[in-house]
């Protein structure tokens, strides 16, 4: 008796989620916009794309993250600022050198 009640208790209890209407939903774009957001997250994401795309680089060259401080005549921990994907401080300047050093060219355009 118990064990049908627990069981009607069940699919009542999944009988009462409602269907969500998809009308109100809004892309990730419309709702980081509406919070004012959306520039924040933006430069986030090309921050971790570049860092990644360094390390990257560095792992075809076989280029340590001390080989490339060396060679961009600067401090490993700047280095480490640099592969930083939540340190967003890094000039465009360092971002060519960096490129540069591990073969590659940095290309900024406006769309």
Do not use: C, H, Y
């Not at 570049?50 to 060679?71: D, F, H, T, V, Y």
């Amino acid at each position: 008796m118990k064990e049908a009640k627990m069981a009607g208790k069940k699919t009542a209890a999944r009988k009462k989620k409602a269907v969500r209407s998809t009308a109100k939903l809004t892309t990730l774009d419309d709702f980081l916009g509406e919070e004012g957001k959306r520039d924040e997250f933006e430069a986030i994401a090309v921050k971790e794309v570049l860092a990644w795309q360094i390390e990257q680089a560095m792992k075809e060259n076989n280029i340590s993250r001390n080989n490339l401080a060396q060679r961009m005549k600067t401090s490993r921990s700047q280095i480490g600022r640099l592969l930083d994907p939540k340190d967003g401080n890094v000039t465009l300047a360092t971002l060519q050198r960096a490129a540069k050093m591990v073969g590659r060219s940095l290309r900024l355009e406006l769309v």
